[in-house]
Protein backbone atom coordinates (compact mmCIF):
# COMPACT_ATOMS: atom_id res chain seq x y z
CA UNK A 1 0.00 0.00 0.00
CA UNK A 2 2.95 2.58 -0.18
CA UNK A 3 1.98 5.65 -2.16
CA UNK A 4 5.33 5.77 -3.89
CA UNK A 5 7.76 3.29 -4.96
CA UNK A 6 11.49 4.64 -4.12
CA UNK A 7 14.64 3.37 -2.73
CA UNK A 8 15.48 2.37 0.65
CA UNK A 9 18.71 3.92 1.26
CA UNK A 10 21.55 3.55 4.05
CA UNK A 11 20.52 6.89 5.51
CA UNK A 12 16.97 6.52 5.58
CA UNK A 13 17.90 3.28 6.85
CA UNK A 14 19.99 5.05 9.34
CA UNK A 15 17.25 7.58 10.41
CA UNK A 16 14.51 4.80 10.85
CA UNK A 17 17.13 3.00 13.79
CA UNK A 18 17.41 6.77 15.13
CA UNK A 19 13.55 6.21 15.18
CA UNK A 20 13.19 3.15 17.13
CA UNK A 21 15.89 4.10 19.36
CA UNK A 22 13.53 7.16 20.05
CA UNK A 23 10.55 5.16 20.35
CA UNK A 24 12.42 2.99 23.10
CA UNK A 25 13.10 5.81 25.08
CA UNK A 26 9.66 6.81 25.35
CA UNK A 27 8.79 3.32 26.52
CA UNK A 28 7.76 1.47 23.80
CA UNK A 29 9.04 -2.31 24.68
CA UNK A 30 7.36 -5.00 22.13
CA UNK A 31 10.47 -6.18 20.19
CA UNK A 32 7.81 -7.47 17.67
CA UNK A 33 6.41 -4.08 17.05
CA UNK A 34 9.90 -1.87 17.04
CA UNK A 35 11.59 -4.74 14.76
CA UNK A 36 8.26 -4.00 12.45
CA UNK A 37 8.79 -0.55 12.53
CA UNK A 38 12.41 -0.75 11.51
CA UNK A 39 11.49 -2.64 8.78
CA UNK A 40 8.88 -0.70 6.76
CA UNK A 41 10.12 2.18 5.25
CA UNK A 42 8.16 5.29 6.50
CA UNK A 43 8.94 7.25 3.76
CA UNK A 44 7.37 4.86 0.89
CA UNK A 45 4.08 6.70 2.21
CA UNK A 46 5.19 10.36 1.73
CA UNK A 47 4.93 12.44 -1.32
CA UNK A 48 8.31 12.50 -2.85
CA UNK A 49 8.48 16.49 -1.61
CA UNK A 50 7.86 15.59 1.89
CA UNK A 51 10.75 13.01 2.54
CA UNK A 52 12.76 14.87 5.33
CA UNK A 53 9.29 14.69 7.67
CA UNK A 54 8.98 10.54 7.15
CA UNK A 55 10.97 10.26 10.26
CA UNK A 56 10.25 12.14 12.51
CA UNK A 57 7.84 11.54 15.59
CA UNK A 58 5.00 13.72 14.29
CA UNK A 59 1.53 12.94 12.39
CA UNK A 60 1.71 14.51 8.63
CA UNK A 61 -1.25 15.35 6.48
CA UNK A 62 -2.24 13.14 3.72
CA UNK A 63 -4.74 14.37 2.05
CA UNK A 64 -8.35 14.35 2.50
CA UNK A 65 -8.37 15.51 6.04
CA UNK A 66 -6.60 12.67 6.98
CA UNK A 67 -3.06 11.79 8.79
CA UNK A 68 -0.29 9.45 8.62
CA UNK A 69 0.09 8.91 12.50
CA UNK A 70 2.67 9.63 15.13
CA UNK A 71 5.25 6.88 14.86
CA UNK A 72 4.99 6.76 18.57
CA UNK A 73 1.07 6.66 18.47
CA UNK A 74 1.45 3.70 15.73
CA UNK A 75 4.02 1.81 18.11
CA UNK A 76 2.05 2.44 21.20
CA UNK A 77 -1.59 0.81 19.53
CA UNK A 78 0.61 -2.04 18.10
CA UNK A 79 1.88 -2.95 21.51
CA UNK A 80 -1.51 -2.86 23.20
CA UNK A 81 -2.73 -5.28 20.17
CA UNK A 82 -0.70 -7.96 21.01
CA UNK A 83 -0.69 -9.23 18.01
CA UNK A 84 0.90 -13.04 16.66
CA UNK A 85 1.79 -14.28 13.78
CA UNK A 86 -1.27 -15.82 11.67
CA UNK A 87 -3.44 -13.63 13.30
CA UNK A 88 -6.79 -12.10 11.39
CA UNK A 89 -6.55 -8.49 12.32
CA UNK A 90 -9.29 -5.60 11.51
CA UNK A 91 -7.69 -2.06 11.08
CA UNK A 92 -10.65 0.47 10.76
CA UNK A 93 -9.03 3.58 8.85
CA UNK A 94 -6.53 2.47 6.17
CA UNK A 95 -5.25 6.08 5.57
CA UNK A 96 -1.61 5.94 4.32
CA UNK A 97 -1.68 2.44 4.64
CA UNK A 98 1.62 2.50 7.20
CA UNK A 99 -0.26 0.80 10.09
CA UNK A 100 -1.58 -1.99 7.99
CA UNK A 101 1.81 -2.81 6.66
CA UNK A 102 3.22 -2.41 10.27
CA UNK A 103 0.70 -4.86 11.39
CA UNK A 104 1.30 -7.49 8.32
CA UNK A 105 5.31 -7.38 8.92
CA UNK A 106 4.15 -8.68 12.60
CA UNK A 107 2.95 -11.51 10.93
CA UNK A 108 -0.89 -10.83 10.85
CA UNK A 109 -3.32 -11.29 8.02
CA UNK A 110 -4.56 -7.83 8.08
CA UNK A 111 -8.52 -6.90 6.50
CA UNK A 112 -8.76 -3.01 6.48
CA UNK A 113 -11.62 -0.57 5.61
CA UNK A 114 -11.24 2.73 4.19
CA UNK A 115 -13.68 5.40 4.73
CA UNK A 116 -12.51 8.14 2.60
CA UNK A 117 -13.02 7.26 -1.56
CA UNK A 118 -10.02 9.18 -3.09
CA UNK A 119 -7.38 7.20 -0.46
CA UNK A 120 -9.03 3.89 -1.25
CA UNK A 121 -9.15 4.57 -4.94
CA UNK A 122 -5.34 5.63 -4.62
CA UNK A 123 -4.40 2.59 -2.37
CA UNK A 124 -6.25 -0.20 -4.17
CA UNK A 125 -4.23 0.60 -7.15
CA UNK A 126 -0.78 0.14 -5.66
CA UNK A 127 1.03 -2.90 -4.73
CA UNK A 128 2.06 -3.37 -0.86
CA UNK A 129 5.79 -2.47 -0.35
CA UNK A 130 6.68 -5.61 1.10
CA UNK A 131 4.30 -7.47 -1.24
CA UNK A 132 1.77 -8.36 2.24
CA UNK A 133 -1.17 -9.84 1.60
CA UNK A 134 -3.50 -6.90 2.86
CA UNK A 135 -7.20 -7.01 1.98
CA UNK A 136 -8.62 -3.61 1.31
CA UNK A 137 -11.96 -2.63 1.75
CA UNK A 138 -14.16 0.61 0.85
CA UNK A 139 -17.16 0.87 3.65
CA UNK A 140 -18.29 2.07 7.01
CA UNK A 141 -15.93 1.12 9.45
CA UNK A 142 -18.51 1.38 11.98
CA UNK A 143 -20.42 -1.89 10.50
CA UNK A 144 -16.97 -3.64 9.99
CA UNK A 145 -16.98 -6.30 7.96
CA UNK A 146 -18.82 -9.52 9.67
CA UNK A 147 -18.52 -11.65 6.24
CA UNK A 148 -14.89 -11.89 7.25
CA UNK A 149 -15.23 -11.84 11.09
CA UNK A 150 -14.50 -13.11 13.38
CA UNK A 151 -11.09 -11.28 14.23
CA UNK A 152 -8.65 -11.67 16.66
CA UNK A 153 -7.81 -8.33 16.97
CA UNK A 154 -9.61 -4.93 15.87
CA UNK A 155 -7.65 -1.71 15.88
CA UNK A 156 -9.71 1.71 15.32
CA UNK A 157 -7.23 4.42 13.54
CA UNK A 158 -9.84 7.55 13.81
CA UNK A 159 -11.40 8.79 16.79
CA UNK A 160 -14.05 7.25 17.60
CA UNK A 161 -16.92 8.76 19.88
CA UNK A 162 -17.91 5.59 20.98
CA UNK A 163 -16.91 1.72 20.28
CA UNK A 164 -19.56 0.33 18.13
CA UNK A 165 -21.09 -2.81 18.98
CA UNK A 166 -20.71 -4.52 16.05
CA UNK A 167 -17.12 -4.51 15.96
CA UNK A 168 -17.08 -5.68 19.46
CA UNK A 169 -19.51 -8.50 18.18
CA UNK A 170 -16.72 -9.20 15.36
CA UNK A 171 -14.33 -9.60 17.68
CA UNK A 172 -13.54 -13.46 18.54
CA UNK A 173 -13.34 -14.64 22.02
CA UNK A 174 -9.74 -14.22 23.61
CA UNK A 175 -9.73 -10.88 21.34
CA UNK A 176 -8.47 -7.71 21.91
CA UNK A 177 -10.05 -4.20 20.51
CA UNK A 178 -8.02 -0.86 20.74
CA UNK A 179 -9.69 2.72 19.52
CA UNK A 180 -9.13 6.51 20.97
CA UNK A 181 -12.17 7.36 22.32
CA UNK A 182 -13.93 10.57 22.48
CA UNK A 183 -15.61 13.38 20.97
CA UNK A 184 -13.50 16.60 21.70
CA UNK A 185 -9.67 17.48 20.38
CA UNK A 186 -8.41 14.34 22.50
CA UNK A 187 -9.18 10.92 22.75
CA UNK A 188 -8.73 8.37 25.68
CA UNK A 189 -6.57 4.76 24.41
CA UNK A 190 -9.09 2.27 25.02
CA UNK A 191 -8.39 -1.40 25.18
CA UNK A 192 -11.24 -3.68 25.32
CA UNK A 193 -10.05 -7.65 26.18
CA UNK A 194 -12.96 -9.76 25.09
CA UNK A 195 -13.05 -13.22 27.42
CA UNK A 196 -16.20 -14.34 26.13
CA UNK A 197 -19.59 -13.20 24.47
CA UNK A 198 -20.72 -11.92 28.08
CA UNK A 199 -17.36 -11.49 30.01
CA UNK A 200 -15.60 -8.03 28.58
CA UNK A 201 -12.94 -5.99 30.68
CA UNK A 202 -12.33 -2.31 29.08
CA UNK A 203 -8.88 -0.94 30.17
CA UNK A 204 -7.71 3.45 29.53
CA UNK A 205 -4.25 3.90 28.55
CA UNK A 206 -3.64 7.97 28.58
CA UNK A 207 -4.73 10.61 26.50
CA UNK A 208 -4.57 11.01 22.56
CA UNK A 209 -5.22 13.27 19.71
CA UNK A 210 -6.85 11.22 16.45
CA UNK A 211 -9.04 12.92 13.02
CA UNK A 212 -12.42 11.96 13.34
CA UNK A 213 -13.83 8.65 12.66
CA UNK A 214 -16.78 9.07 9.62
CA UNK A 215 -20.39 7.70 10.18
CA UNK A 216 -23.42 7.13 7.69
CA UNK A 217 -21.06 5.44 4.80
CA UNK A 218 -23.19 2.82 3.06
CA UNK A 219 -20.17 0.24 2.87
CA UNK A 220 -19.35 -1.24 -0.76
CA UNK A 221 -17.05 -3.84 -0.65
Known amino acids: MALTKRSDTFRHKGLRKKLI????????????????????????????????????????????GQTISQPYTVAFQSELLKVEKGMRVLEVGTGSGYQASILAEMG??????????????????????LNYRIRLFYGDGYAGLPAHAPFDRILITAAAPYIPEALVNQLAPGGILVAP??????????RILKFSKTE?????????????MLTDKAQDV
Open 21 to 64: DLLRSKGIADENVLNAMNTIPRHYFFDSSFLEFAYEDKAFPIGS
Open 108 to 129: ARVYTIERQKLLYDTLKTLDPP
Open 181 to 190: VGKGDSQIMT
Open 200 to 212: IKTETHGTFRFVP
